[in-house]
């Protein structure tokens, strides 16, 4: 019986340590840290993630909070980081500016997987891709083109121009079913696009060639899989 009540005894003691551990204020939440871009507040980062002020320590699943802020149209990636005992660190990388879809009057900014952060009154220094059919588009979702697999080679273009230090115009227009760039003078037909690594480097065989020759005006052509081609304006 003795040994009956000892028992009871330190349930009850146990209970009370752990019911005084969960209640503490020491364990609970207080500091919520992260960059704030694209209006996510406080308040909108909690209603994503279910992060709250006040929430147990222990309760808090890093791994859930960063899948559930990836349900922000803005949010490309969260990283999330406990501290104990009451600090939450988000380390979010937000979708960013890419380039400008031009429909009408409009200016549709799009990160480069061509999701929509929205509508620019300029387009300053960015690519503007004129040209493509557009559907709809709705910020944070990607943007709704008839022939949105041309958007995406273009975005391909551009990243590859950059990559070998080239600065084409930042016009760039898709006409007659052909994507155009226009470097040093030079108009390049890249045609749909398809198999981009293949074409710019084509181009890059024709272009430096002609810049060695001190030819600034012409057609490289290489809308077609087959051998590009030089076209001089008025052949």
């Known amino acids: 019986m003795k040994n009956l009540f000892w028992f009871v005894l330190a349930i009850a003691l146990f209970a009370a340590l752990a019911y005084g551990i969960y209640v503490s204020p020491v364990l609970r939440i207080q500091n919520i840290e992260f960059d704030s871009q694209y209006g996510l507040d406080l308040e909108t980062l909690s209603l994503y993630s279910g992060l709250a002020h006040g929430d147990f320590y222990f309760d808090v699943s890093e791994k859930a909070i960063s899948e559930s802020l990836l349900g922000h149209p803005f949010v490309k990636d969260a990283t999330v980081t406990k501290k104990f005992p009451n600090t939450v660190v988000i380390d979010i990388v937000y979708r960013q500016h890419f380039c400008v879809v031009r429909y009408l009057d409009m200016l549709i900014s799009i990160d480069d997987e061509a999701i929509v952060l929205g509508v620019l009154t300029e387009a300053g220094d960015s690519f503007v891709v004129t040209g493509l059919p557009l559907d709809s588009y709705s910020a944070g979702r990607t943007i709704k083109i008839t022939k949105l697999?041309?958007?995406?080679?273009?975005?391909?273009?551009?990243?590859?121009?950059?990559?070998?230090?080239?600065?084409?115009?930042?016009?760039?227009?898709?006409?007659?079913n052909c994507i155009y760039f226009e470097v040093d003078g030079l108009f390049v037909n890249f045609g749909l696009g398809e198999n981009y690594e293949k074409r710019f480097n084509d181009f890059l065989v024709i272009y430096k060639d002609l810049r060695k020759k001190g030819v600034e005006k012409g057609t490289i052509d290489i809308s077609s899989d087959g051998l590009p081609v030089y076209r001089p304006f008025g052949d």
């Open 149 to 176: 697999y041309v958007l995406q080679n273009v975005i391909n273009y551009i990243k590859l121009f950059e990559i070998a230090r080239l600065s084409p115009e930042k016009n760039v227009r898709f006409e007659d």
